[in-house]
């Protein structure tokens, strides 16, 4: 298992190091967006744990470079950084972030969001294709296509669509997709938003087959099959 670490204070790498190679995991360091990017292609990580605020490319930027490239548009980035208004987040979650977590940070939740972020990406798929309208899912290969036109999705977008597709009809809360995309409990109210930031990003890529994300007033969100 493989994580790099991006941020320019390198006591912060350091220590994000630590903690994680406590857990048997192997940490690459970087420190500013060019050497990430350099980095990511040559090592193949697991996991990119990614600062906003960095020198030659911002975290920001890095995050749009990887999303738009197909072997990277998957790769769990966790963003860690100061920038802890609203706004900041939910821009870093649009841009492609699958999760969110602000400086002073304990190291017991960092190396669970770590944990939760790869065994999410790692979860066996399932071996099913399902086609709604126009709307084709292989769950087996982690591809979408609407007219046999391929949907990039983001490894977060693509879960979220797994999970509301696997419920079969039934609606689910945010607080369920939380721990069952995202990998961990006790949401804040932050991390509610994560999820409505994630479905908006889907409908859009999704067209008008959108219409199938059903959202439940006061419970959360379904699939429609049938819509």
Excluded at 108 to 126: D, G, H, M, T
Excluded at 191 to 219: F, P, Q, Y
Aim: charge should be positive.
């Amino acid at each position: 298992m493989k994580v790099l670490v991006v941020d320019d204070e390198k006591d912060i790498t350091a220590l994000v190091a630590y903690h994680l190679e406590r857990e048997g995991i192997r940490v690459l360091q970087a420190h500013d967006g060019l050497q990430a990017l350099d980095l990511v292609k040559r090592e193949r990580p697991n996991l990119l744990i990614l600062d906003l605020m960095l020198p030659q490319m911002s975290g920001l930027d890095v995050c749009r470079r990887l999303r738009k490239e197909p072997e990277t548009s998957r790769l769990p980035i966790l963003m860690l950084t100061a920038k802890a208004e609203e706004t900041d987040k939910v821009l870093g979650l649009e841009l492609g972030g699958d999760d969110y977590l602000t400086k002073p940070f304990g190291p017991r939740e960092l190396v669970a969001r770590v944990k939760a972020l790869i065994r999410r990406s790692e979860e066996a798929p399932a071996d099913e294709v399902v086609k709604a309208g126009a709307l084709e899912i292989d769950l087996g290969r982690y591809t979408v296509s609407i007219r046999r036109r391929t949907v990039e999705l983001t490894s977060k977008e693509f879960d979220l669509l797994k999970a509301l597709i696997l419920a079969k009809g039934r609606a689910l809360t945010r607080e369920y997709l939380l721990d069952r995309v995202w990998g961990y409990e006790r949401a804040s109210e932050i991390e509610s938003r994560t999820v409505d930031v994630h479905v908006r990003r889907l409908r859009e890529k999704l067209g008008a087959e959108a219409k199938r994300i059903v959202t439940v007033k006061n419970v959360g969100y379904r699939f429609a099959q049938d819509a």
